[in-house]
């Protein structure tokens, strides 16, 4: 919604977050839609109310208006009906014989804003499944391309913080992480503490974490 983490807009985070948390502990066998979302907070429930303590009600009509736009706009987002993103899923084979390959393209979801918003939920997923399903041995690697507008060294993406964490928490659930990107210089450089990296044929980098060894220890092939 392109809100600040400074004044009303930090105010207006704080209430949707708490709106969240109390709609999550009210819906707790039924997804939490957005449609439902607004409606809570522009209801003012008493439970909302509550939870901001002495943060002005009156913002929840800005944000819900604000919440209402977004809606409209880039609805298709929020869509329950459509498949839901669980790396349990993606991680779940019937073939154990073959090599699953997963590719998600989000060049349909169109300018950078979404592809940030998409991203984040990912990693989130990621971080809950390697918190969850702690692993031994190396499952599965997941590469992200294009990393630096991830894990930028300026800025603070809603990608960031999650990236940041999977780098720490991915090998505890035997996942090795690929960072991909023709930009190095643009990547966090705080980062490279989690990762290793092998120079690319053109010129990029490839950096990341590997469970077993080093990148080093294995041939990359460029489809």
Request: with cysteine; aromatic share 6%.
């Amino acid at each position: 919604m392109g809100y600040k983490s400074a004044g009303l807009d930090k105010t207006r985070m704080a209430v949707l977050g708490q709106a969240i948390a109390v709609l999550s502990t009210l819906q707790t066998d039924n997804p939490l839609s957005i449609d439902r979302l607004i409606a809570f907070i522009a209801e003012q429930d008493p439970l909302l109310v509550n939870a901001i303590g002495v943060l002005d009600p009156k913002h929840c009509k800005k944000l819900a208006e604000d919440l209402q736009t977004l809606s409209l706009m880039a609805g298709h987002l929020f869509n329950p009906q459509c498949e839901q993103l669980s790396t349990e899923q993606l991680l779940t084979w019937s073939h154990p014989q073959k090599t699953r390959l997963s590719v998600i393209n989000l060049g349909s979801l169109g300018d950078n804003a979404n592809i940030l918003f998409w991203v984040s939920q990912f990693l989130l997923n990621l971080n809950r499944y390697a918190q969850r399903h702690p692993y031994g041995q190396l499952q599965a690697v997941v590469l992200f391309d294009e990393a630096d507008l991830y894990l930028p060294a300026q800025g603070k993406p809603s990608t960031k913080e999650p990236m940041e964490s999977l780098l720490k928490r991915a090998h505890s659930a035997g996942l090795g992480i690929l960072l991909a990107t023709q930009s190095p210089g643009d990547l966090d450089y705080k980062c490279r503490d989690q990762i290793s990296s092998v120079e690319g044929d053109d010129g990029g980098l490839v950096m990341g974490w590997a469970k077993h060894g080093s990148l080093s220890d294995h041939r990359r092939r460029r489809c």
